[in-house]
């Protein structure tokens, strides 16, 4: 079956959609963008990534292209058009193009490009991966300093994530003056003791969706919660640790810089929160 994709106001086969050669995103990582997961052929917290969105609009004085209503009715109409089950809607706003290369802004008045397709994953609720843990190595955060907005430069998480595919890992955890701020595509948290650390909200990390449902259902389920800085060897030394996206929801970490942790396998904090959070979210799905 032929994707069917949106591109500023069109609903079009994969191979017809067409963006400018001149577009700010292609041409300047001008351009953020939002990932809203498919459960049940409904959307997960699609209001807070309408609201991520706007901010990180906002931060960059970019247009809205449209209203959220319009955003909702356009996921809605990919997710059924598409036929999608579980899997992801992306969406990408560029601040569009005036028809050359400019390191000035084009003028406001420039019509923004709006990007929106789904990807199919069959079983990303039961997902094998979730089930066996992640391995994950850590590298040095070497990213711009407006981490909160969420743009499309992500070359770095990228090279990341392959440094990781090289020395037998999944994933990578960065590492700033000494302290994780986050996994390439996920916040990062260790448990000891029963009580869950990770790195409080500020413009070195994004401020995840998912975290801030987690953490709302952590407290909820009267788990520990301290949000403070915290060192790769203390993780390394947890019970437990986990990630949190909206492309994987809770994702127990296993593994560190070759240290497993406890005994190797998924923990059961992690576990009862993925269970949690899948349930409650689903639930609120619309
Ligand atoms: N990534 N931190 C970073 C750097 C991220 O890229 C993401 C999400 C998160 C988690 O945020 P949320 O819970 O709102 O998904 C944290 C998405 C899934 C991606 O780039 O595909």
Known sequence: MTRTVYVNGDYLPEDEAKVSVFDRGFLMADAVYEVTSVLGGKLIDFEGHAVRLKRSLDELEMAEPCSKEELLEIHRKLVELNGIDEGLVYLQVSRGSDGDRDFVFPSADTTPTIVLFTQNKPGLADSPASRKGAKIISIEDIRWGRRDIKTVQLLYPS???????????????????????????????????GVIVTRPLSNDILHGITRKAVLRMAAEAQLKIEERLFTIEEAKEADEAFTTSASAFVMPVVEIDGVALGDGTPGPIAKRLREIYLEESMNAAI
């Open 159 to 193: 090279m990341g994530k392959m440094m990781a595919k090289k020395a037998g890992a999944d994933d990578a955890w960065m590492i700033e003056d000494g302290h994780v701020t986050e996994g390439t595509s996920n916040n990062a948290y260790f448990v000891k003791d």
